[in-house]
């Protein structure tokens, strides 16, 4: 007796198995579909910027996949943009050679994979590669949108020789109308480094990142507020290449 009430439990779980397995997996795909939707693509660009500036997380040591043949050390390296870069092509990049160097390849290409896909792996303990200790839910899915919608190609923005390649004169107008009453006609009223080597302004980071200038153009700097291009004026891609092009015709002080 107890050998067929076994059998048919074994039976029973199969077939409620085969049955409800596939709703739930429907399930949980409407509520990934969901959750992308409703995720805030700017908040996942600042938080590519400097994610422990908004969260006030403070991870300790190297991030685990930093390379410890690399120069950065502690909260720097936890960043995105300091193994995947301001340009978003990684080793590729700006970040070929130099003090940022790590050898990982960028995250442009991820633009065409599941945003499931890439949720998981923001949450992958194998891969050494789980935000979900320092990032809510909420706060990875929007980095998951920021991934895939978020990113543009750096070369349509600046040549091989960092320069910006929009239009000067658009620039000067989105620039005076956008920017100037923070920044100063001149690009210098905010220091963004230290002023024992003059003013560090608009211009001086146009020219020496450009990469990092149109991220933030773009997307705004996280822990202030300064409006992404974007997200908040509404206006276009190309117009974050103009504001550029300009800000490299400012000087400092």
């Known amino acids: 007796m107890k050998y067929y009430v076994a059998i048919w439990g074994i039976i029973f779980a199969l077939i409620t198995g085969l049955t409800f397995k596939p709703s739930l997996v429907k399930a949980e795909q409407n509520q990934s579909e969901k959750n992308y939707e409703e995720a805030d693509l700017k908040n996942g660009a600042l938080l590519y910027d400097n994610w422990m500036k908004l969260t006030k997380a403070k991870p300790e040591g190297n991030h685990p996949l930093y390379p410890p043949t ?3 050390s ?3 390296t936890w960043r995105c943009k300091e193994c995947h870069g301001w340009d978003y092509i990684g080793k590729d990049g700006r970040y070929s050679k130099g003090s940022h160097f ?3 390849s960028g995250v442009f290409d991820v ?3 599941k945003p499931e896909v890439i949720y998981a792996s923001m949450k992958d ?3 050494k590669h789980n935000f979900s200790e320092y990032l809510s839910d909420s706060e990875i899915w929007d980095l998951v949108k920021f991934l895939r919608e978020g990113q543009a190609p750096i070369e349509a923005a600046i040549d091989s020789n960092g320069q910006g390649k929009g239009s000067m004169a658009s620039g000067k107008l989105l620039y005076d109308s956008q920017c100037a009453s923070c920044h100063d006609m001149d690009g210098n009223k905010i220091d963004f480094k230290s002023k024992k080597d003059g ?3 608009v211009g001086w980071l146009a020219n020496d990142n450009p990469q990092e200038s149109i991220h933030k153009i773009r997307w705004g700097h996280p822990g202030s507020n300064m409006p992404s291009i974007i997200a908040d004026k509404n206006l276009t891609e190309q117009d974050a290449i103009d504001i ?6 400012l000087e400092n002080k």
């Open 111 to 113: 633009q065409s994979e």
């Open 199 to 201: 003013i560090q302004g």
């Open 70 to 72: 690399s120069k950065k």
């Open 125 to 127: 303990n194998y891969a």
């Open 244 to 249: 550029l092009t300009y800000s490299q015709s």
């Open 102 to 104: 790590t050898g990982i």
């Open 74 to 76: 502690g909260k720097s």
